[in-house]
Nanobody, 122 residues
Framework: QLVESGGGLVQPGGSLRLSCAAS????????IGWFRQAPGKEREGVPY????????YYADSVKGRFTISRDNSKDTVYLQMNSLKPDDTAVYYC?????????????????WGQGTQVTVSS
């Protein structure tokens, strides 16, 4: 089971840092992705980070503003979100791919958290 934290209400231009932790397995073995879903919209892959070499991928919508990182000593994956926009408003989920593929396609991820709400509004 994955657990996300760090969501909340922030003004446009502000920042938030989301955290993803696991209660039953070490995250450093898996590819970890962050996904988001806004009401009435499809689930969107945001970034992922691999377990092997720590390579990352970012969707164009967040490139240059969001940063995904791992802290293996804390068994936690972070999503630093800067310059937030109202369009970033969504429920954010972290997910783990046990096959350690590098993909932003949500269907490849087996383990999911419950999500954390991010609202960007003035």
């Amino acid at each position: 089971q994955l657990v996300e934290s760090g969501g909340g209400l922030v003004q446009p231009g502000g920042s938030l840092r989301l955290s993803c932790a696991a209660s039953q397995f070490p995250l450093d073995y898996f590819t970890i992705g962050w996904f988001r879903q806004a009401p009435g919209k499809e689930r969107e892959g945001v970034p992922y980070i691999t377990s092997s070499d720590g390579s990352t991928y970012y969707a164009d919508s967040v490139k240059g503003r969001f940063t995904i990182s791992r802290d293996n000593s804390k068994d936690t994956v972070y999503l630093q979100m800067n310059s937030l926009k109202p369009d970033d408003t969504a429920v954010y989920y972290c997910a783990a791919d046990p096959l350690r593929r590098g993909s932003i396609w949500w269907a490849l991820y087996e383990y999911w958290g419950q999500g954390t709400q991010v609202t960007v509004s003035s």
